[in-house]
């Protein structure tokens, strides 16, 4: 998505923020920081970690970074809200959890050894 596709659906973004957020994240900085959060995962490019999505943002990724590794916030009730949300608009009839494997982003990506994954049918 890019940000001018995002344009016409952030008033959206912001409400679900909200509703899955607000009883978890009480200070409004943090609200503010989860809903940026969420807005960079939606837009465009491939990769999808703190330094690249800050500049897609235009903020410091110090930001991002902090929210998500030192602020003192518990991901349990938001995985919750996030369920419940998802089984009144969807009403499945069974839910399936799967493994997502992602392939190394070149033969030399630092710290990383060879592995398998299953949903690639390789080692990678």
């Known amino acids: 998505m890019t940000p001018d596709e995002m344009a016409p659906v952030r008033p959206r973004l912001e409400k679900f923020a909200d509703q899955m957020l607000r009883r978890v ?3 409004r900085d943090q609200l503010a920081t989860g809903e940026l959060y969420l807005r960079g995962l939606m837009l465009d490019g491939r990769r999808k970690s703190m330094d690249p ?9 110090q930001r991002l970074q902090q929210f998500m590794a030192d602020s003192t916030w518990d991901y349990e009730p938001v995985r919750e809200n996030l369920t419940h949300w998802a089984l009144e608009r969807i009403g499945p009839q069974a839910v399936v959890i799967d493994d997502v494997g992602f392939p190394k982003d070149g033969p030399n990506s630092p710290g990383v050894a060879r592995m398998y994954s299953g949903t690639l049918g390789a080692c990678s």
Not at 53 to 61: I, K, P, S, Y
């Open 25 to 27: 994240l009480r200070r």
């Open 53 to 61: 999505m800050a500049e897609r943002l235009g903020v410091d990724t």
